[in-house]
Antibody, heavy 116, light 106 residues
Framework: EVHLVESGGGLVQPGGSLRLSCAASGFTFSSYWMTWVRQAPGKGLEWVANIKQDGSEKYYVDSVKGRFTISRDNAKNSMYLQMNSLRGEDTAVYYC?????????WGQGTLVTVSS | DIQMTQSPSSLSASVGDRVTITCRASQSISSYLNWYLQKPGRAPKLLIYAASNLQSGVPSRFSGSGSGTDFTLTISSLQPEDFATYFCQQTYSAPRTFGQGTKVEI
C-alpha cells in the first residue's frame, strides 16, 4: 500500500527557514516524478514544485523561485522541500504527492505557519 | 502561466441529481486535465486523469470529458458522500495550475 508522510512543518518567523520531508513507501519511489502542493487556510490548491525521477529536472511556481529548493534521495525513498526567506503568504498545509502529470496518492499534509 | 477557471464556484444539489462542473483553460492543454475531490481537513483525491480516465477505485458515476480548452466533470447521480470541493488541474505545462474549486453542497 502506498504511503506518503510529510514532516517538518511548524511555526517560523518571517524570513526564517524550514525543511519539509516526505517519506514514501509502497511503490518504487525512484520511478516516479514527485510533487509538492500547498493549500493556504480556506483557499484552493497551489502547485509548488516537482522533481524528476533522478532529480535532473525541477520546476517551481514563480512565487517560490529562488527561495524554495526541491530535492530527493532515492536511496531513502524521500523527497524534501527546503524553504528559505519565508513570508506570511507561504502559510499553508504542504502536501507531497506521487506523480508529475497526475497525482494518484497524497500525504496527509504538514502545516507551515509563518508569523511573528 | 495557464489559467484554469471553474464554474460554478459553488452549487447546491439533491441526492440523485446529475451534476456538471466545467473547467476552462486559458490556452489549449490537449487532454492534460485532471479532476480531484477534497473533503474538509483531508488531502485531495484523484477522480479523473487525462480528461476522461477514471482513476482505479472511483465510482463509475463520475465521468470526465473534453479536450483543448473546455472540460467537464459529471456526477451522474449525486450521493451524500459526494459533498466536497472539486478541483481541476492542468498538467500540460509548468506551473501545473489548479482551478479555484467548485463546492458541491447537498
Amino acid at each position: 500500500e502506498v504511503h506518503l508522510v510529510e514532516s517538518g512543518g511548524g511555526l517560523v518567523q518571517p524570513g526564517g527557514s524550514l525543511r519539509l520531508s516526505c517519506a514514501a513507501s509502497g511503490f518504487t519511489f525512484s520511478s516516479y516524478w514527485m510533487t509538492w502542493v500547498r493549500q493556504a487556510p480556506g483557499k484552493g490548491l497551489e502547485w509548488v514544485a516537482n522533481i524528476k525521477q533522478d532529480g535532473s529536472e525541477k520546476y517551481y511556481v514563480d512565487s517560490v523561485k529562488g527561495r524554495f529548493t526541491i530535492s530527493r534521495d532515492n536511496a531513502k525513498n524521500s523527497m524534501y522541500l527546503q524553504m528559505n526567506s519565508l513570508r506570511g503568504e507561504d502559510t499553508a498545509v504542504y502536501y507531497c504527492a506521487k506523480g508529475g502529470w497526475y497525482f494518484d496518492y497524497w500525504g496527509q499534509g504538514t502545516l507551515v505557519t509563518v508569523s511573528s | 502561466d495557464i489559467q484554469m477557471t471553474q464554474s460554478p464556484s459553488s452549487l447546491s444539489a439533491s441526492v440523485g441529481d446529475r451534476v456538471t462542473i466545467t473547467c476552462r483553460a486559458s490556452q489549449s492543454i490537449s487532454s492534460y486535465l485532471n479532476w480531484y475531490l477534497q473533503k474538509p481537513g483531508r488531502a485531495p483525491k484523484l477522480l479523473i486523469y487525462a480528461a476522461s480516465n477514471l482513476q482505479s477505485g472511483v465510482p463509475s458515476r463520475f465521468s470526465g470529458s473534453g479536450s483543448g480548452t473546455d472540460f467537464t466533470l459529471t456526477i451522474s447521480s449525486l450521493q451524500p458522500e459526494d459533498f466536497a470541493t472539486y478541483f481541476c488541474q492542468q498538467t500540460y505545462s509548468a506551473p501545473r495550475t489548479f482551478g479555484q474549486g467548485t463546492k458541491v453542497e447537498i
